[in-house]
């Protein structure tokens, strides 16, 4: 809901938003408002998605459509990363979904190392998802990416780009 008449709601912080992230919140909501008649209402929900984010607060997030607000995009398992002081970093699926079981090829259970997501090193992919969620520093980009990586809430975001994953381990 927007401010009811003789309401300001204020950005505190958007002078050091703007300084930090060389990202200009209010412009990018007046580009969006000139683009209303042009874009589709997934393109509106992506764009103010990405506004949103690129503020990089945990407190000014994204709501998506209501019709979304349970929905997930999942894959059933979960990938966990870890890297010790002198290597490069290791993601390990920790979890595969007991439903999935029969539907994966044998080999890729729990403890395999994932290599690469859709042809992209996986540290690379994760790398770019993390500039698509919410984090005010780099780790806290990168744990949110490598979560969302196989469940993405989408009351918080648009669905993926993606209709399918090839997961090379």
């Given at each position: 809901?927007?401010p009811?008449r003789?309401e300001?709601?204020?950005?505190a912080?958007l002078?050091?938003?703007r300084?930090r992230?060389?990202?200009d919140p209010?412009?990018?909501l007046?580009?969006?408002?000139g683009?209303?008649?042009?874009?589709?209402?997934?393109?509106?929900h992506?764009e103010l998605?990405?506004?949103?984010?690129r503020?990089?607060?945990a407190h000014?997030?994204?709501?998506?459509p209501?019709?979304?607000a349970d929905?997930n995009?999942?894959?059933?398992?979960?990938?966990?990363?870890w890297q010790?002081?002198?290597?490069a970093?290791h993601?390990?699926?920790?979890?595969?979904?007991k439903?999935?079981?029969?539907?994966?090829?044998a080999?890729f259970?729990e403890?395999?190392?994932i290599?690469?997501?859709?042809?992209v090193?996986i540290d690379?992919?994760?790398?770019?998802?993390?500039d698509?969620?919410?984090?005010g520093r780099?780790?806290?980009q990168r744990a949110?990416?490598?979560?969302t990586?196989?469940?993405?809430?989408l009351r918080?975001?648009p669905p993926?780009?993606?209709q399918?994953v090839?997961?090379?381990?």
């Amino acid at each position: 809901h927007g401010p009811a008449r003789g309401e300001l709601h204020v950005l505190a912080h958007l002078p050091a938003k703007r300084a930090r992230y060389a990202f200009d919140p209010v412009q990018r909501l007046r580009i969006l408002r000139g683009q209303l008649d042009s874009l589709s209402d997934a393109g509106f929900h992506i764009e103010l998605a990405d506004i949103l984010t690129r503020l990089r607060d945990a407190h000014t997030t994204y709501q998506g459509p209501r019709a979304l607000a349970d929905a997930n995009a999942a894959l059933p398992f979960s990938i966990e990363r870890w890297q010790d002081e002198y290597e490069a970093p290791h993601y390990i699926v920790t979890h595969v979904a007991k439903s999935a079981r029969g539907k994966l090829p044998a080999a890729f259970t729990e403890g395999v190392a994932i290599e690469f997501w859709n042809g992209v090193p996986i540290d690379i992919a994760v790398q770019r998802r993390s500039d698509y969620v919410w984090g005010g520093r780099a780790d806290t980009q990168r744990a949110a990416a490598l979560e969302t990586m196989t469940l993405r809430p989408l009351r918080f975001g648009p669905p993926p780009d993606e209709q399918w994953v090839i997961v090379g381990y």
